[in-house]
């Protein structure tokens, strides 16, 4: 793998996703989609406040629901949604912090002694992401270890 390709990459997944929140944003303030949004308040009887006219703030995208779905308390998950629901984001929250740790050891470790094991700088690799992986460390390194190392404290972390 080149960088232009990472780069690339990363440019695509990052405009995607600000795509999907601009998306998100502004078909959750239109009244026609209520039911997907706003279902359980519907089941239960409650009402939904739209301006019953066209406004143009709808199709402005907002993230003022970032902030306030941040603030919510395990608590007023579970009171609100279920177990299932709670689960389900603590779930998701393990995902990223493990992302995170993960992340941390490949970047702060790994990827600094890929790139200067043995050698002082990359070998002779044609391409220049490869001077960041394994292949970089001679067999039968000591600095194998460390990559083995790092296997064990991102599972301990796992468990």
């Not at 066209?54 to 609100?80: K, N, Y």
Request: hydrophobic fraction near 50%; glycine fraction near 6%.
């Amino acid at each position: 793998m080149n960088a232009e390709s990472l780069a690339v990459s990363a440019c695509i997944n990052i405009g995607l996703a600000f795509l999907i929140l601009t998306l998100f944003s502004i078909l959750r303030k239109q009244p026609s989609n209520a039911p997907i949004y706003y279902a359980r308040r519907l089941s239960q009887h409650r009402r939904v406040s739209f301006h019953s006219r066209f406004a143009f703030w709808r199709l402005l995208p907002s993230i003022g629901w970032i902030r306030r779905a941040l603030a919510v308390t395990e608590e007023e998950i579970l009171d609100t949604c279920g177990l299932d629901v709670l689960i389900f984001i603590r779930l998701f929250k393990f995902g990223i912090n493990f992302f995170l740790v993960c992340s941390m050891v490949g970047l702060l470790l790994l990827l600094p002694l890929n790139y200067t094991a043995g050698h002082g700088g990359p070998s002779g690799h044609s391409h220049f992401m490869d001077a960041f992986t394994i292949s970089n460390i001679n067999n039968g390194s000591k600095w194998l270890w460390v990559h083995c190392l790092c296997l064990y404290v991102v599972s301990c972390y796992g468990l």
